[in-house]
């Protein structure tokens, strides 16, 4: 069972097994259950600031820390691989489906469909945030489903085939950010394990998420980077140095007390030295 109790962790650890496979899984779940595909038609990926967000909000996110920090095991390195395994078919997916996506445009309303895409965030955030709350929410497929019913015009559609190279590459530019960060927690987990708080980070990377569909509701500048802003805000807030401190300081003193204990131990098995003992050691040291 996960150790981190991340709720998305949870449910998909129960399905899949595995810290490998949990890792595949939860970082290919924006591919399997449309939120990246979604994300695409809706335009996010049209500033570098929405591929960044992408890449570490939908595709890393705090289940991948949660999996990674507290569910890995083996060496930094062995985790490492895993990392790059799993990272080269999201980075696949992300292309593929990134292909597909000005053909599905071309049949669909976006102005409507980026209304439901933003709602997609926002119950994943809410999962993310609690999984008493995910229970009474859909799930991310069925909320695209009824975008794409909604916001189906097939009028003047065309049916061919239709190629962005552009969008690709920034479909491929977000799965790499993604990896980037996974295997960045990889390296580092052995240090990051004692700093990093996984219940603040899981929190603060919630709200990120809801914050994140301001931009695809008009709410906010499309370009303004708020997303990220308040992820930055949740690194801060979730860095907890304090536990690993008192575990420094507490093996510290149960050094110093054992070594104390030790040395009074050997002080009354031996008992102290005589007079006579001492005089003979001061004035015939060759004896």
């Known amino acids: 069972m996960s150790q981190s109790q991340h709720p998305v962790a949870l449910r998909i650890e129960q399905r899949v097994g595995g810290a490998t496979r949990l890792l595949a899984t939860v970082m ?8 990246f595909p979604a994300l695409v038609l809706a335009g ?26 507290a569910d890995m095991d083996g060496s930094p390195r062995e985790q490492a691989k895993s990392v790059l395994l799993v990272g080269s078919v999201v980075v696949t997916g ?13 049949f669909i309303d976006l102005a409507v469909f980026e209304r439901f895409a933003g709602l997609v965030i926002l119950a994943v955030a809410a ?13 991310p497929a069925i909320i695209i489903a009824l975008g794409l019913v909604a916001s189906l015009d ?19 530019a977000a799965a790499l950010v993604a990896v ?8 580092f987990g052995p240090w ?6 996984i219940d603040r980070f ?7 998420l809801g914050v994140l569909p301001l931009g695809l509701f008009g709410l906010v500048p499309g370009d303004a980077p708020l997303a990220l802003a308040v992820l930055g805000m949740t690194f801060l807030f979730a860095f907890d140095p304090q536990d690993s401190v008192a575990d420094f300081r507490s093996g510290d003193d149960s050094e110093d007390g054992t070594d104390r204990s030790q040395a009074d131990d050997e002080y009354e098995s031996v008992g102290p030295a005589s007079a006579d003992t001492v005089a003979e050691e001061d004035h015939a040291p060759w004896l």
């Not at 980037?180 to 390296?187: D, G, P, R, S």
């Open 154 to 172: 097939p009028s003047g559609a065309q049916v061919a085939v239709q190629f962005d190279p552009g969008l690709m590459l920034r479909a491929a």
């Open 192 to 197: 990051l394990r004692d700093i990093v708080d």
């Open 202 to 208: 899981r929190f603060g990377s919630a709200v990120a």
């Open 28 to 35: 290919c779940l924006p591919l399997l259950d449309g939120i």
């Open 44 to 69: 996010a990926l049209s500033e570098p600031t929405g591929i960044l967000e992408v890449g570490l909000l939908i595709f890393g996110g705090s289940a991948t820390v949660a999996v990674i920090l």
């Open 180 to 187: 980037a960060f996974a295997l960045h927690l990889a390296l």
């Open 127 to 139: 999962q993310t945030a609690s999984a008493r709350i995910g229970d009474y929410l859909p799930r």
């Open 94 to 106: 992300a292309v593929v489906e990134a292909a597909l996506a000005p053909t599905i445009a071309a």
